[in-house]
């Protein structure tokens, strides 16, 4: 009977697990959604961006619904951290967003759904959001007092004139001597106190002024009393970037963001503290490598030849093979060609004789080897010009300006042309540079750039090359008042933050 | 004989039913630890009012149960750290002194309490720290030990100590071996007690990995350090102008950055 008895209860248990499950499947449909770029580079307040997603999907039309959510970064700034807050903009299948936003990185997801099965897919796009100044060619310019200011050219032809009158109320004491762009620079955000990393602009001005502004809101971050953890008592000549970091050289040495003696770990307040090695002194006659992350300059208080590595730390190039420049040699100019090449031009005081030093980088972050010095028995017209530029890239010759003429040095055959443009205004030539920038996120340009000074206007002109020299039309007009001294591309890319950009090869 | 067969099934359907009873664990206490190294506190009367003859570190203690309508007694009790026990009376008020057991309690209704430790200002800590190693004692009221959790260890002297921050993670702590002559000269010479909380209000170095906080800004350590490398060369200089020997701690080795 106890048998009986279990057996029964088993059986109950067993009819407990029939199946009554549904298997008669339907098949789901997918929904592929294109049509949105990779990224959008958009101006708050003045451009509304539009999107009209393609999608492909069995579902009737009807069927679907629509949502654009934008996600921002919380780490305020041009950097995309991995926390973000949501906010819905949009629940139709065509976006036209007027972009108010403030500045800075965002994700852009749009999601398609079928509420009837719940399916739903997403696309993801990145909207890089800015201000007018966060992109541009950066003017600096002595004004008609003597003066340093900043004109913008737009990608779009407009010139936006004397911003730091604009925006800050006044112009920086001072002649111009030098602008830099400073990508990723670490600085405290005036309105949260976070250290955050933006991407700024470094003026400095023959009066020892070294003043840092935020591209994207022109908040003046430093000036030079603000700058170190100590007063200051150096003499400003260049801010730049390398792979690592965001440099300042002055007459008190490299400075660096990037500590060699401490891993880079948190965000620093952005100001600096020592040069990284005791080899104090520097000068304008500065050149970047791409090759070695950094930068070669001269010391003009000892006389020496410096190169500033990866990490910031500066170290006197010497070489067993050939005779140094010293105690009796000026500095007349550096400038780089390609990757792995510097030329400096010396004077030695002591027998009047001029010599073109070639520094050679060999291999990528490796130290500089002079390779070669060239005895000019002519120094010609090159050697003692004001005005000096190096074509960085496609020929291996240095434009300078002689009696407000231009010309360009051939390096390899130690000869001098001129270059005529027919179309360069009259006026005197306060400016010639090779300007480039060439990444595959931004636009790219290659450009000679001339400005001439008349009448209390400048006019800048840029051009396309052949073989280094102008050629045709120039593909970039501005005019404004006031002397052009230096231009500076700035680029607002997030990924800018990343040492595999800061390091590369654009003009600074 | 069919109704026999449910009439138990039914019994143990029904019996599942029956209400739970509150889950009780027991009521214990802990000391309560902001970070997992909160386990060693220290302490310096170097720091403080040079005057003083007494000073007061905080042990905080969290229960574990039931809040509880009435006051709970904490009791503590001193065991041997093998490393130079302080003495009860001479280093430091006892547990049990009448000056601070009614200080010893949960309040009513709370499961925190910060207890009172009165250390003494004796002429023997200036030739070195002691010790205390406290223990929650068990008692009735707190009956549950979590060996874990339940005993903290208090170092203090009349001489510098070496903050639990001061770490050797030479990629976030920039200043080297500690040595209580370095200690000494970076606080003369900066103005600055160097000590735990200096650590972590001001240069955001805490002992606990990551091993830095929202304070840290790695650009003023360096130039702290840079700026005390050139202030130990000038000192040095002057002392070997002097005709003595550069500065060293008691065992010799020279103060170094």
């Known amino acids: ?508 | 004989m069919k109704t026999v067969y449910l009439l138990p099934l039914l019994l143990l359907l029904l019996s599942c039913e029956r209400e739970l009873e509150l889950y009780r664990s027991g009521d214990g206490l802990n000391f309560y630890r902001a970070m997992p190294g909160d386990t060693l506190l220290s302490y310096s009367f170097i720091y403080g009012d040079p005057d003083a003859s007494r000073a007061t570190v905080w042990l905080e203690v969290e229960t574990i149960g039931m809040l509880s309508a009435l006051p709970r007694a904490v009791e503590l009790e001193q065991l041997p750290s093998g490393a130079n026990d302080a003495v009860p009376g001479v280093h430091y008020l006892p547990f049990n002194d009448p000056a601070v057991v009614a200080d010893y309690s949960v309040p009513a209704g709370q499961t925190r309490a910060r207890l009172p430790l009165v250390l003494l200002r004796d002429a023997s800590l200036q030739a070195g720290q002691v010790t205390i190693l406290a223990r929650v004692k068990p008692t009735a009221l707190f009956p549950l030990v979590n060996p874990e959790r339940n005993r903290v260890k208090i170092v203090f002297s009349d001489q510098l100590e070496k903050p639990e921050n001061w770490i050797s993670i030479t990629y976030v702590f920039p200043f080297g071996e500690y040595g209580p002559v370095k200690h000494r000269f970076m606080i003369e010479q900066t103005g600055e007690k160097w000590d735990d909380e200096y650590f972590s209000e001001t240069l955001g170095i805490v002992r606990d990995a990551p091993y830095y906080n929202a304070n840290y800004d790695n650009a003023y350590c360096d130039y702290l350090l840079n700026l005390l490398a050139r202030l130990l060369r000038e000192y040095n200089a002057e002392r070997q102008a002097a005709g003595l020997d550069v500065l060293k701690e008691a065992d010799g080795t020279p103060v170094s950055f």
């Not at chain 1, 992109?135 to 340093?148: C, F, P, Q």
């Not at chain 1, 620093?268 to 000068?283: L, N």
């Not at chain 1, 004077?347 to 500089?368: C, H, K, Q, V």
């Open chain 1, 1 to 508: 009977m106890k048998t009986f008895t279990l057996l029964t209860c088993a059986l109950l248990l067993v009819s407990c697990y029939r199946d009554k499950g549904n298997y008669d499947y339907t098949p789901v449909s997918d929904i592929e959604i294109s049509g949105l770029e990779e990224s959008y580079i958009l101006v708050t307040g003045v451009d509304t961006l539009r999107i009209s997603p393609l999608v492909n999907t069995t579902y009737p039309e009807s069927d679907l619904e629509y949502r654009w959510v934008l996600a921002k970064s919380t780490n305020s700034g041009n950097t995309v951290s991995d926390k973000f807050t949501y906010d819905t903009i949009r629940e139709q299948r065509d976006l036209a967003f007027p972009v108010t936003e403030p500045p800075g990185v965002y994700y852009l997801y749009c999601r398609v759904n079928n509420p009837r099965n719940g399916y739903a897919a997403f696309a993801r796009t990145t909207l890089e959001i800015g201000t007018l100044y966060n992109r541009g060619h950066y003017i600096l310019k002595e004004t008609a007092d003597g003066n340093s200011e900043l004109d913008l050219l737009l990608e779009d032809g407009r010139l936006l004139p004397d911003i730091l009158q604009s925006t800050r109320g006044a112009t920086i004491p001072g002649a111009p001597r030098s602008l830099g762009m400073l990508y990723a620079k670490s600085l405290v955000d005036p309105n949260s106190w976070e250290k955050v990393r933006n991407h700024c602009l470094g003026v400095v001005t023959r009066a020892g002024q070294a003043v840092v502004y935020r591209a994207f809101d022109m908040y003046r971050a430093f000036d030079h009393q603000t700058l170190f953890f100590d007063e200051p008592a150096d003499v400003p000549y260049k801010f730049y970037t390398s792979a690592y970091s965001c440099e300042y050289l002055s007459s008190a040495g490299l400075f660096s963001e990037h500590n060699a003696s401490i891993m880079t770990v948190g965000n620093t307040a952005g100001k600096y503290s020592y040069p990284e090695t005791d080899v104090a002194g520097g000068s304008d006659h500065w050149a970047y490598s791409v090759n070695m992350w950094g930068a070669l300059y001269w010391d003009e208080s000892n006389h020496r030849l410096v190169h500033g590595n990866a990490n910031g730390m500066a170290n006197e190039l010497i070489s067993d093979d050939f005779p140094m420049p010293g105690a009796t040699h000026d500095c007349l100019f550096a400038g780089t060609y390609g990757p792995d090449v510097i030329h400096a031009l010396f004077r030695d005081n002591s027998t009047g004789e001029y010599l073109l030093y070639t520094i050679t980088i060999a291999f990528m972050r490796g130290a500089p080897a002079v390779t070669a010095v060239k005895s000019l028995p002519d120094p010609g017209r090159w050697a003692n010009a004001a005005l000096k530029a190096s074509n960085e890239t496609s020929a291996n010759i240095v434009y300078f300006v002689h009696e407000n003429r231009l010309f360009y040095y051939d390096v390899a055959n130690d000869a001098e042309h001129a270059i005529d443009i027919p179309t360069l205004p009259d006026g005197e030539i306060t400016h010639v540079a090779h300007r480039h920038f060439n990444f595959t996120d931004a636009p790219a340009f290659d450009y000679f750039s001339i400005a001439t000074f008349a009448n209390g206007q400048y006019t800048l002109q840029a051009y396309q090359m052949i073989g280094g020299i102008p050629n045709g039309e120039p593909v970039l007009v501005a005019r404004g008042a006031g002397k052009v001294k230096q231009v500076q591309y700035l680029a607002p890319n997030a990924s800018y933050s990343n040492f595999f950009f800061r390091g590369r090869a654009y003009s600074r």
